[in-house]
């Protein structure tokens, strides 16, 4: 990848990436455009099957796995980038809980456990997901309070697909990591969740049969860091749409005869979207550059990303429903799929004040 070499000073996307975006970005507007949008989470599917098939097919589900596991053996800079368009298009797909639970058992994971799960998770074989919440928006290793003896037992909370999942990867007391298969020990209830194009479950342990992961303490942290890097380019992505909806529309519609984007009002407001909006692209590009390549700084990079570009999502969003008027807030309308998308980016996985607070401590503040 060509994103923040040093040597050169080349802090772009390599032609490869910018490709593989352009063709998703294609492969979305064909099979996900906003009506499809709209019929999937009007009729609560959990997601969008024939989108994942057709993603599996582009290698998705196993991007940054190894090839001996029949993943693709790339960076998260690329699955950050596919993350980006997927947010771009509110596309309804359990990408994130399978992503970060292949990484999971990648970082954390013996030999045995990598080849019995991953090439399964790569094909897209296998549904994944990863419970990581618990009560009191305790999200991070080290405030996981889930027991895990030789089984689980307990509630997490705001697991993404979990209904649908064939496995879920458990955080557990000690910051832990543990895989638990599908069994009658799991319930799963789906909840009333805002965001329908990524539907949550709480999900319940009563003693369910679990594998712990060998090198779980270790690979925590790291599962956290790129979470937060995939929630980043998700919103990154839908505020950049946001911006090209509301400039759009400006266009279009007219009051007393002219344009509405003549007025000067709305031309700071979507001036004002674009330059909140735009930086985010190299604060998550330089996260997840650092996830692989700087890992020291990894950590402070994925918690500044999250909680920047997270809140600028829900600021956008909100703008682009007053740029459209009274139908912004129509359910017909796209625009309240992508301020619902932003208001999960902004909350799951801890509010932006929470990584914050945590960027601030891992600075040394």
């Not at 057709?54 to 596919?82: F, N, S, T, W």
């Not at 009002?265 to 996260?287: D, F, I, S, T």
């Not at 909100?318 to 009274?326: F, M, P, S, W, Y």
Request: charged content about 20%; some cysteine.
């Amino acid at each position: 990848m060509a994103c923040c070499q040093r040597d050169n000073m080349n802090f772009l996307l390599s032609s490869e990436q910018n490709m593989l975006m352009d063709a998703l970005r294609e492969l979305l507007a064909d099979v996900s455009p906003a009506r499809r949008v709209h019929e999937v989470i009007n009729q609560d599917r959990g997601f969008d099957a024939a989108l994942w098939a057709r993603l599996v097919e582009y290698g998705v589900p196993g991007m940054v796995l190894p090839q001996r596991y029949g993943g693709l053996g790339l960076e998260l800079i690329d699955l950050a980038c596919v993350a980006e368009i997927l947010g771009e298009f509110a596309a309804p797909s359990p990408f994130l809980g399978h992503a970060l639970a292949g990484l999971a058992i990648f970082l954390g994971g013996s030999e045995a456990q990598r080849e019995r799960w991953l090439p399964d998770l790569a094909s897209g074989a296998k549904l994944a997901s990863v419970a990581l919440g618990e009560a009191d928006a305790h999200w991070l290793p080290e405030e996981w309070k889930l027991a895990c003896g030789e089984k689980l037992g307990g509630v997490k909370k705001l697991v993404p697909n979990a209904r649908e999942a064939d496995l879920l990867v458990v955080g557990i007391e000690g910051g832990g990591l543990a895989v638990a298969e599908r069994s009658s020990t799991i319930t799963s209830a789906r909840i009333e969740a805002v965001d329908r194009t990524r539907p949550l479950d709480h999900v319940t342990f009563a003693d369910t049969p679990a594998e712990p992961l060998e090198a779980a303490p270790t690979a925590a942290p790291r599962l956290i860091d790129a979470a937060a890097i995939l929630l980043a380019a998700d919103a990154f992505g839908g505020a950049s749409r946001c911006v090209s909806m509301s400039s759009d529309y400006s266009k279009i519609r007219e009051q007393f005869g002219v344009p509405i984007g003549s007025f000067q009002a709305l031309k700071h407001q979507l001036a004002n979207m674009a330059l909140e909006v735009e930086p985010g692209r190299g604060l998550y590009w330089y996260a997840a550059y650092a996830f692989d390549k700087l890992p020291e700084r990894a950590a402070h990079a994925a918690a500044q990303a999250k909680a920047h570009i997270c809140d600028a999502f829900v600021q956008a969003a909100r703008d682009t429903v007053e740029a459209h008027g009274g139908i912004g807030f129509t359910w017909e309308h796209d625009a309240h799929i992508y301020l619902k998308r932003a208001m999960f980016d902004f909350a799951w996985l801890g509010q932006p004040s929470r990584h914050r607070m945590r960027a601030a401590d891992l600075a040394g503040w």
